[in-house]
């Protein structure tokens, strides 16, 4: 039973350049969750995909945006990118948008912006 | 407002020492869920435990035991007789149910390094 995989594992992008990043959940779950972790800080909340949908969303701007294809993967996308940005994002997924499910987490991408 | 303060950021102990990690949080709602997880150095973050609001059980899982006490709203993590492969950062969460979604709440983590 595979896990929750995410892409790429690394990837460096400058000031201003758009990002994609990819994630795949576990198997029978149908909602995945967005993290990012500053380094040294603990994971915050960006979103969250239900049913094709962003269903809940954290204190992030605009610039991040996301898609929930009807296989269940998801995809966060990062414009007009700060060095701030600079940091390791997380995929998580669950059933039922995780009110009562556990949230199981990917690898995670790390992400650098120069 | 919701919030976990984990106060302790780093911790070192010795191979075989028993080591209690702390978790201290804050919520307006009667139900909701508490977690923790692991992550190594490789970057994964690894599901320990879930405990909800109705159960202060505590639990005994081989090496690993949770306190939870809705009293002091504390739900401590205690590793007995260490092992050099348990240094990671712990992280506790925090789940409410009102917010209908199940957005996870993490503390700033606690840095654990077990030295032979």
């Known amino acids: 039973d595979a896990g929750v995989t995410q892409s790429p594992t690394h990837l460096i992008k400058t000031r201003g350049q758009q990002v994609t990043l990819r994630c795949s959940p576990k198997?029978?779950?149908?909602?995945v969750s967005w993290y990012q972790q500053a380094l040294g800080q603990g994971p915050q909340f960006i979103f969250q995909?239900?049913?094709?949908?962003?269903?809940q969303r954290g204190n992030f701007p605009d610039r991040f945006s996301g898609h929930q294809y009807p296989n269940y993967s998801s995809e966060l996308n990062v414009n007009a990118l700060l060095l701030g940005d600079s940091a390791l994002y997380l995929c998580?997924?669950?059933?039922?948008?995780?009110?009562?499910?556990?949230?199981?987490f990917g690898p995670g991408t790390r992400l650098t912006v120069l | 407002a919701q919030k976990v303060t984990q106060a302790q950021t780093e911790i070192s102990v010795v191979e075989k020492e028993d080591v209690t990690l702390d978790c201290v949080y804050e919520?307006?709602?009667?139900?909701?869920?508490l977690f923790w997880y692991k992550q190594p150095p490789s970057g994964e973050l690894v599901f320990l435990i879930r405990?909800?609001?109705?159960?202060?059980q505590n639990e005994i899982s081989g090496r690993y035991s949770w306190n939870f006490q809705k009293s002091t709203s504390s739900f401590n993590f205690t590793i007995t007789a260490s092992q050099v492969v348990d240094s990671a950062v712990y992280f506790c969460?925090?789940?409410?149910?009102?917010?209908?979604?199940?957005?996870?709440?993490f503390g700033q983590g606690t840095e654990l390094s077990v030295k032979p």
């Open positions: 998580a997924s669950s059933k039922d948008r995780g009110v009562t499910d556990t949230q199981y």
């Open positions: 198997s029978g779950h149908d909602t």
């Open positions: 995909y239900y049913e094709e949908e962003e269903r």
């Open positions: 919520t307006r709602d009667t139900t909701y869920y």
């Open positions: 405990r909800n609001s109705f159960d202060e």
């Open positions: 969460a925090l789940s409410e149910s009102y917010n209908q979604g199940g957005k996870l709440i």
